[in-house]
């Protein structure tokens, strides 16, 4: 018997429609980027770029959040929308909920409540305009999910951990929280026992680090 190919796990076509579109539409900054050197750490010069989450992770986040019925999610940072669709497209299927998600570039958030809209889950999230150090203090209440992308700052702690550290408190016993990019500091934090969690690095682009809160 032939087997199967491997399709996403999400299936409602409104929501495929969307992300198939903004994966095709996928771009690298001309001028380096800000992690790799040559390029601007400011993001409001990145505006019309995603450096959004790959398919397969959010294929992942997707499975995840529907394996343990999340339904309240936070997400440090939105972009575009592509992580959050994934997100809310769990919530919703999960029987609903809220996705609080963080973008610190107007144009961006506002490109994201488009294609939240055209994915047809703008009511699933609650998106926060500014920086996520003060837009992600009160999650008002026990969340399931984080997922902490990142965005590079120029010298002290990375911006993964700082959020992290605001989030953490926030997660309920048995949250998992999903990190893209690997900050040095963030791993420190996630792999240390002390702090309360268990943690893996999976083989997804590279490394993709998943946590469970386990104190
Ligand atoms: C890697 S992208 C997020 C991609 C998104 N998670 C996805 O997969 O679709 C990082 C985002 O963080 C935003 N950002 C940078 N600094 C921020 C801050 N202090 N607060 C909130 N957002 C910030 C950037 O504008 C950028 O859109």
Known sequence: MPIPAL????????????????????????????????????PHDY????????????????????????????????????????FAAAVRDNGGGTVIGSEIVPEKAATARRNLADAGLEDVVDLRLGDARETLRDLGGPVDFAL???WPVGSGPTLARQVMEIVAPQLR????????NAEPDYLEYVRDPAMGFRSLSLPLKGSTELSVKVG
């Open 7 to 42: 399709t996403s796990p999400v299936l409602d076509p409104q929501v495929v429609s969307v992300l198939d579109r903004l994966h095709a539409e996928r771009r690298r900054p001309t001028a380096g980027g800000p992690r790799r050197g040559g390029g601007s750490a400011d």
């Open 47 to 86: 505006a019309d770029i995603g450096f959004s989450i790959r398919p397969e992770q959010g294929d992942l986040i997707y499975l995840l959040c529907r394996a343990t019925g999340a339904t309240r999610v936070v997400e440090f940072a939105t972009s575009i929308g592509v992580s959050t669709i994934y």
């Open 148 to 150: 902490i992308d990142g």
């Open 173 to 180: 016993v048995g949250a998992l929280v999903v990190n893209d």
